[in-house]
DNA sequence: CTCTCGATGTTCT
DNA sequence: GAACATCGAGAGG
């Protein structure tokens, strides 16, 4: 299982290592995991794409806690986003968990979901509804206790990895719509959108 | 395949 | 009021 220590780096850098790792959660006594497949990086006081750039408010203040531990929010009213908080503590920094492959409990997935295949897990929202994470992981640390965490599994060499600019973030200012602080593995079906 | 639009709770552009 | 780190349905090519 991954330590604090391991959330306690860069923020591009948790994004990038965290892909090929497995995502754990257990919901309602059943054991769920998937191969994290895509990330973007959010953080600092100088990202104005971050939700913690213009200071704490009661739906981020999880992202100003300790590293490892998680930060879910609702957005558009209606769909949650995991995000996993990274370095020290009180710096609004989180890593996106936008894309992952179904490893274990892919048929309690696909009747959450009402959707075949890709369609499980191949966003953000689409994710924490197939492994049922919903606010109430808001702020927990990541571990047995809380029911969600992540594990090592396979190690990705340089040349699987892609990284880009990041998703629907197109109210923020030019200069960090343009920062490349998504990364994706290369070819796979469970990437949100293709690029 | 593409594009548009509605859903709906919280935050602030 | 408007916008939002999204998704899915429906219309049109």
């Known amino acids: 299982m991954l330590e604090p220590d391991f959330f306690a780096q860069k923020t591009p850098q948790v994004a990038r290592e965290l892909l090929g790792k497995k995502l754990v959660c257990i919901s309602q006594g059943q054991r769920l995991s998937a191969r994290i497949v895509e990330t973007e990086a959010y953080g600092g006081m100088e990202d104005s794409a971050c939700h913690g750039a213009r200071g704490k408010t009661s739906r981020n203040q999880a992202m100003f806690g300790p590293p490892g531990i998680a930060y879910v929010y609702l957005v558009y009213g209606m769909h949650h986003l995991l995000n996993l908080v990274t370095e020290p503590v009180e710096r609004p920094c989180a890593v996106l968990i936008r894309g992952a492959e179904p490893l274990e409990g892919e048929t309690i997935m696909a009747a959450r979901r009402g959707k075949p295949g890709p369609l499980l897990t191949n966003g953000p929202a689409k994710l924490c509804q197939a492994l049922g994470i919903d606010k109430r992981f808001n702020g927990l640390a990541l571990g047995e ?36 602080w998504r990364f994706w593995v290369r070819d796979n079906r469970y990437v949100s959108k293709v690029s």
């Open 145 to 180: 206790e809380s029911g969600l965490w992540v594990e090592n599994h396979s190690h990705l060499p340089e040349e699987a990895v892609r990284r880009g600019p990041r998703i629907g973030i197109h109210s923020a200012e030019p200069a960090d719509i343009a920062r490349p």
